[in-house]
């Protein structure tokens, strides 16, 4: 488990960006798999996501996550809800202590957010389209529906893809300077021609001080480098591997 500095300020909120590892699965999945969505063994993906509810100090069913489909949405959680039932979103809030909230990740960036004053948390998964459509202002905007200030909201980016390791093609590249031309300094010249090195944890800051939070920190953590930490869709596709597992990212507030 992976602490961000900023998220520590008070006793009252527990997080974690968790890596692949000391778990219970095994072969592609090794070891602490917690995609439901994969073709691993479920009970293991279970028992995973157990293991990550006892760090937090929650049961296994107080600990959500949203059903992920890349998008800008963000909802507010009261109440837990049924292991792959939460509803269509790429990011959670919450103010209920007690109620762990999450989100899964293999490349896509994780960003776990805490007002610590107000006692507010969040949880976004930011894909490039989701951090292009505007899933980090809606998920501020809801923390801020349940009490938050934005000024004292504070955000941590977590395990990713890095720029070095992030290919592009120069359609994807047009998807951005159609919104502003000056979005062209987070795409590098890749040795293809025509292909652009994107930095996706960069552009994620961008987006984060645009919404106006107070803070914000980078962890720096490549997810297609670390092998041993974390996985990667990236990685597995380029290896051409049938499937791949899923890091989560949690944070709760004290019950």
């Known amino acids: 488990m992976i602490e961000a500095e900023s998220l520590t300020i008070s006793p009252a909120v527990l997080h974690g960006f968790f890596t692949r590892q000391n778990g219970h699965s095994s072969g592609l999945y090794a070891s602490l798999n917690t995609g439901l969505g994969s073709d691993d063994d479920r009970e293991k993906v279970m028992q995973n996501r157990t293991l990550i509810a006892d760090k937090l100090g929650v049961p296994v069913s107080r600990l959500i996550a949203p059903y992920q489909h890349h998008s800008s949405d963000a909802v507010i959680a009261t109440e837990a809800w049924p292991a792959q039932h939460g509803p269509k979103a790429d990011a959670v809030v919450t103010a209920t202590p007690g109620l762990a909230i999450s989100v899964n990740t293999a490349d896509c960036t994780p960003i776990l957010f805490v007002d610590p004053e107000a006692k507010v948390i969040g949880a976004a998964h930011a894909g490039w389209k989701g951090a292009l459509g505007g899933v980090i202002k809606w998920t501020v905007a809801a923390m801020e529906e349940v009490g938050a200030a934005r000024t004292n909201v504070r955000a941590a980016i977590g395990p990713t893809i890095s720029q070095k390791a992030y290919e592009v093609g120069s359609e994807y590249r047009q998807r951005f300077l ?6 062209d300094r987070f795409f590098a010249a890749a040795e293809r021609d025509g292909h652009f090195m994107f930095d996706l944890p960069g552009f994620v800051e961008l987006r984060l001080r645009e919404a106006g939070v107070g803070a914000v920190e980078n962890l ?12 990667s869709y990236r990685r597995t596709t380029h290896r051409k591997e049938p499937d791949y597992g899923r890091q989560l990212s949690a944070i709760v507030i004290r019950d």
């Open 220 to 231: 720096k953590l490549c997810t297609y480098s670390d092998e041993d930490r974390f996985f």
């Open 178 to 183: 159609a919104e502003d031309e000056g979005f």
